[in-house]
């Protein structure tokens, strides 16, 4: 495990990374000893840099939940990142594509809570109890490492490569559809990319909420009410590039779009 002095190094040259757009080279190539357990101290002490610099925690993410997504990075576990508000974009935004690092976008579910969810016995009915609703998101991926050879290590320490969410279409409650076979299209520039069903996480969408609230509890940490949980793609990642306009249809939920510039 890495000492203390070398974790608070990494998260400040990930804070700085985050605001300059250049990525660091990778963690993993630097130390090779590094553990899931150090990636996490660097992403919750980048969170409290972001947090002393006036950013407030909005929610999180669950990454990597999802076989489409396992194979496309060749991690085989979920990971968690921290949600800030400054990352929760209005459908119908335009999006600044200089302003991330690699942009990709993925389609995925969020839970929006009206109740704590504690674990470490957390169940799929507790998230389910505790949902005010679920609404269709589009997750913005940054990098703030270089890409080439990540680990879940790097991602891990990279906030699970949060970059932004744009939230929109029909907001539904969990009992009233069910949330696995919620599908959705997406599109970049009227070209179909990528389709998914949301069963491809974990079975259940509401699955990966659970699990990190079982996975957070041994911090003394849990889901608290009114925060946003997105909870993992059921497609592969899909490049953007400055120009592009994403639609992504859900159906019966509606349609988020964004345009990168």
């Known amino acids: 495990m890495l000492d203390q002095t070398t974790i608070e190094k990494i998260a ?7 605001r300059n757009r ?10 090779p000893e590094m553990t899931v357990e150090d990636s996490y101290a660097v992403q919750n002490l ?34 968690y990142g921290i949600i800030f508000d400054d990352m929760i974009l209005e459908n119908g935004c335009t999006v600044k594509w200089d302003q991330y690092t690699h942009p990709r976008i993925e389609v995925e579910l969020a839970f929006v809570l009206n109740r704590d969810v504690k674990g470490p016995n957390a169940t799929i009915f507790d998230v389910l109890n505790a949902t005010e609703y679920v609404v269709p998101a589009l997750e913005i991926l ?9 680990t879940i290590v790097d ?14 279409g029909n907001p539904v409650r969990p009992q009233d559809v069910d949330l696995r076979w919620i599908s959705a299209i ?32 041994p911090h003394g940490d849990h889901l608290k009410a009114g925060e946003t949980i997105l909870a993992g793609s059921f497609t592969r990642p899909m490049w953007v590039y400055e120009g592009d306009t994403v639609f992504a249809d859900y159906g019966k939920l509606g349609t988020i779009t964004c345009r990168f510039e």
Do not use: C, F
């Open 186 to 217: 997406l599109y970049k520039n009227q070209t179909v990319e990528e389709t998914g069903v949301a069963a491809g996480v974990l079975n259940h969408p509401a699955a990966g909420v659970y699990w990190l609230a079982n996975k957070i509890a």
């Open 142 to 150: 940054d990098s703030r490492i270089e890409m080439e050879g990540r």
């Open 12 to 18: 400040d040259e990930l804070v700085d990374a985050g």
């Open 155 to 168: 991602t891990i320490s990279d906030n699970a490569a949060m970059g932004a969410m744009v939230i929109g």
């Open 22 to 31: 250049q990525p660091v080279p990778r963690l993993t190539a630097r130390y």
């Open 46 to 79: 980048w969170r409290e840099r972001s947090e002393a610099n006036g950013r407030k925690l909005a929610g999180r993410k669950i990454g990597l939940t999802s076989k489409a997504m396992q194979y496309a990075t060749g991690i085989s576990e979920p990971d």
